[in-house]
Nanobody, 127 residues
Framework: VQLQASGGGLVQAGGSLRLSCAAS????????ISWFRQAPGKEREFVAA????????IHADSVKGRFTISRDIAKNTVYLQMNSLKPEDTAVYYC?????????????????????WGQGTQVTVSS
């Protein structure tokens, strides 16, 4: 599956943005799609995932209650709605896809679990 991330930008603290991850390829419906982010000088970290089976979701503790991952299967697109943004949310956001399935959520936290990556979109939150 090929991924194209978009929707980043500059926003003030407390504001909102919605990121989109458009996917192409026959394996979209078979893939778990996740969002990761990487701030300057830091490792890429897991943000949220939406599983291929039933569409259940996982959110990192740092974004729980503020960010929501969702998908539109008809449009082959996964979204990340980001509300109550904080300066520490500033990062390049990447979407990624994996064909792996696991009952353990920790599998989805690892970048090595993913087969495809989008190009990233910059999110900057000013204080």
């Amino acid at each position: 599956v090929q991924l194209q991330a978009s929707g980043g930008g500059l926003v003030q603290a407390g504001g909102s943005l919605r990121l989109s991850c458009a996917a192409s390829g026959r394996t979209f419906s078979s893939s778990t799609i996740s969002w990761f982010r990487q701030a300057p000088g830091k490792e890429r970290e897991f943000v949220a995932a939406i599983k291929r089976s039933g569409g259940s979701t996982i959110h990192a503790d740092s974004v729980k209650g503020r960010f929501t991952i969702s998908r539109d299967i008809a449009k082959n697109t996964v979204y990340l709605q980001m509300n109550s943004l904080k300066p520490e949310d500033t990062a390049v956001y990447y979407c990624a896809a994996t064909l792996r399935t696991s009952i353990s959520s920790s599998v989805y936290y690892r970048t090595s679990s993913y087969d495809s990556w989008g190009q990233g979109t910059q999110v900057t939150v000013s204080s």
